[in-house]
């Protein structure tokens, strides 16, 4: 233990704060690490460009194209970052083995490997069906078309997502998230908002009328404010979610803070749904103007949604999950900085001396409470940042980043 440490966990013990209770809570805390922040959201079943108002930008080489290549990225990455973890997969990302089947038809034994990837590292599994990049998406909708054949096409993925949710939780132990997100929408404005939604509620319930143990998978909805090409309208808006959600027993409503309008945040909104939700889930991404998905940072807006889980004792009701993507640098290093930045950020929460805190806004010195939470900001925190690196055998500084770059120049670089 170094002295900066005593140093540090001195300093934080005047203010009533276990540094070693917070360090060894953080280490049992599992994240969702997505997996298509390695290939650019592609996936495995299809080879065109992405639709469904989602896009990357950028051609940085070394992009994973096989569940090989993609595998020992995530492990190259995982490695580098402290905490526990979840694995985050995308249906697209179903592996077949020369046998393919469509989505609508997809079944566990397509993600076999995956869960196989999960078991041996001690790690859950948590799941999306993939309602974008697919002829199937027919006039930019899937579960609010018209077209019946289209709607039932994408009812079937979502309930065979259903299935391989349960497949996942019971091999690996631990309950499967799934997350259902649709593009759906209109690029210019609809003469008719009303029927696409009660379309997509009628699709929604007939998914979810797949029989499952709520035990082991956890439903989620997502809403989105727009995308590309579907500037004006989406039918799974923020009020259809939530109200969904909350209609629906067992079904969470999912946040994700890239899909909302530029002047409002999640970090406020997790304590107003924490009152009505036993759990709830996150998408964890850093937004730019709109729903832009860069790589996650120790921001503000970061730091605030991890403060509202910690001192709402909500750790073991908001399943957290990281969303973003970044083809225009390195994607070993995008999911690195991403991840130990929310650690970061749940590590700092977990810092504050949270009660006093309370204390002073229920006793209105909120005078002494701009001071101190002011004083807060330059406490010694790097200091036990590194120290919790250290007891999980990463490092602590800037020096994984050389292991990035000789993965790089070693395996990277040979990719064609």
């Known amino acids: 233990m170094s002295t900066r440490y005593e140093s540090a966990k001195s300093i934080y013990a005047a203010l009533g704060v276990d540094t070693d209770a917070a360090i060894a809570k953080l280490k049992n805390i599992p994240v969702a690490i997505h997996c298509w922040q390695g290939d650019d959201v592609i996936g495995f079943d299809h080879d065109g460009p992405l639709t469904g108002g989602i896009q990357t930008t950028g051609n940085y080489p070394g992009k994973a ?28 990302y179903a592996i077949f083995d020369g046998e393919f089947a469509d989505r609508d038809k997809l079944e566990p034994k397509h993600f076999a490997k995956w869960v196989e990837f999960a078991k041996e590292r001690g790690m859950g599994i948590d799941f999306n069906p993939t309602f974008f990049s697919h002829p199937m998406v027919k006039d930019g909708l899937t579960l609010s078309s018209p077209d019946e054949a289209t709607r039932k096409f994408w009812v079937e993925h979502g309930k ?13 132990g631990f309950p499967c998230v799934m997350n259902i997100w649709t593009g759906d929408g209109f690029k210019d404005i609809p003469a008719d908002r009303l029927g696409p939604r009660m379309r997509y509620k009628k699709s929604l319930e007939e998914i979810f009328s797949e029989p499952f143990d709520r035990n082991l998978v956890k439903p989620c909805v997502e809403s989105k404010v727009f995308g590309i090409g579907v500037e004006a309208y989406t039918s799974g808006s923020a009020e259809f979610t939530l109200t969904f959600a909350a209609t629906h027993e067992g079904c969470l409503p999912l946040m994700d803070n890239g899909h909302y309008h530029p002047t409002e945040v999640v970090s406020d909104k997790i304590s107003a749904l924490l009152c009505f939700f036993d759990e709830i889930a996150l998408h964890i991404t850093r937004p730019i103007r709109w729903d832009s998905d860069h790589v996650l940072l120790f921001d503000d807006e970061t730091k605030e949604m991890a403060k509202e889980i910690v001192r709402n004792d909500a750790l073991d009701r908001v399943y957290m999950a990281l969303d973003y993507f970044d083809a225009s640098i390195n994607r070993i290093s995008a999911w690195v900085v991403g991840i130990r930045a929310w650690q970061k950020a749940l590590l700092n929460a977990l810092l504050l001396p949270n009660a006093r805190l309370k204390e002073l806004q229920d006793t209105n010195q909120l005078t002494e409470l701009m001071m101190l939470q002011e004083e807060i900001k330059t406490l010694p925190f790097g200091d036990v940042w590194k120290q919790y690196c250290e007891e999980c055998g990463v490092a602590g500084d800037a020096s994984w980043f050389e292991e990035v770059k000789k993965y790089e120049a070693e395996v990277l670089s040979k990719r064609a």
Not at 69 to 87: H, I
Not at 160 to 166: D, G, K
């Open 65 to 92: 194209t096989t569940p090989e290549q993609l595998m020992a990225d995530m492990d190259k990455a995982m490695s580098l970052c402290p905490g526990a973890k979840k694995l985050n997969v995308h249906a697209c």
């Open 160 to 172: 065979a997502c259903i299935r391989i949710s349960q497949y996942m939780a019971e091999e690996t």
